[in-house]
């Protein structure tokens, strides 16, 4: 059974059920006088001014709000409690808690997990890999063969796509320039008289030696 009220905004009698009446604290007729009500309270109610602890700004609060907020905005708490750092792999800004900063003896903090597995494995110059030879981490970090990169210092040249260092007495980690040697393990295409000719005079050429033809015989 409906019971009659009156609505707080306007005044006019209305009509609602006991558990409808129950549920709200304040009664009106309409959602029209309920925003409109909501608005005017809104309007009226006391607020005080604050400073905000990170930028220093006046923002309005309610009297009951006086202990609780400390800040105008979420961003501005986050800064607060929050330390500006560089990433030590990609050089990128990032914010993070100060409780959450890594206590270590160097300070380097990363943006990511992935950035600080990339920097360690940056850090490692020098290593043998899986088939026994020497390597080096540039300062570009690509990594390349010791035997080669001394092999082309000796040369004061970049070793061709068909050149090779031997190592004479078999020991791969032993890169001393005494036990190095250069091979070229390129070889013409087919085995015809015409073709090895031919790839000779190119060989040749690419080692700078001088080429005297005596005579000529038909092939």
């Known amino acids: 059974m409906a019971i009659?009220?009156?609505?707080?905004?306007?005044?006019?009698?209305?009509?609602?059920?006991?558990?409808?009446?129950?549920r709200w604290k304040h009664h009106f007729c309409s959602r029209g006088c309920t925003s409109r009500?909501?608005?005017?309270?809104?309007?009226?109610?006391?607020?005080?001014?604050?400073?905000c602890r990170h930028c220093q700004c006046t923002f309005m609060i309610a009297p009951w709000e006086r202990d609780r907020r400390l800040y105008c905005s979420p961003?501005?708490?986050?800064?607060?409690?929050?330390?500006?750092?560089?990433?030590?792999?990609?050089?990128?800004?990032?914010l993070k808690a100060r409780s959450r900063i890594r206590k270590i003896k160097n300070k380097r903090q990363f943006c990511s997990r992935k950035h600080y597995l990339r920097w360690l494995k940056h850090q490692v110059r020098k290593g043998v890999d899986s088939q026994g030879y020497v390597w080096i981490r540039t300062d570009g970090g690509t990594r390349k063969f010791e035997h080669r990169l001394l092999m082309e210092m000796k040369l004061k040249r970049k070793l061709r796509r068909y050149e090779t260092v031997h190592h004479k007495n078999g020991i791969r980690t032993d890169n001393r320039l005494r036990n190095l040697e250069l091979w070229a393990k390129a070889h013409p295409a087919g085995q015809r008289v015409s073709d090895m000719v031919k790839w000779s005079k190119w060989f040749l050429r690419q080692y700078d030696y001088k080429i005297i033809l005596t005579n000529k015989t038909k092939a």
């Open 4 to 22: 009659e009220f009156n609505c707080e905004f306007c005044g006019l009698l209305s009509k609602h059920y006991p558990g409808q009446l129950k």
């Open 37 to 51: 009500w909501y608005s005017t309270r809104r309007k009226s109610r006391v607020v005080i001014a604050k400073r």
């Open 75 to 94: 961003k501005c708490r986050q800064l607060f409690h929050s330390a500006v750092l560089t990433c030590a792999f990609c050089r990128k800004t990032i």
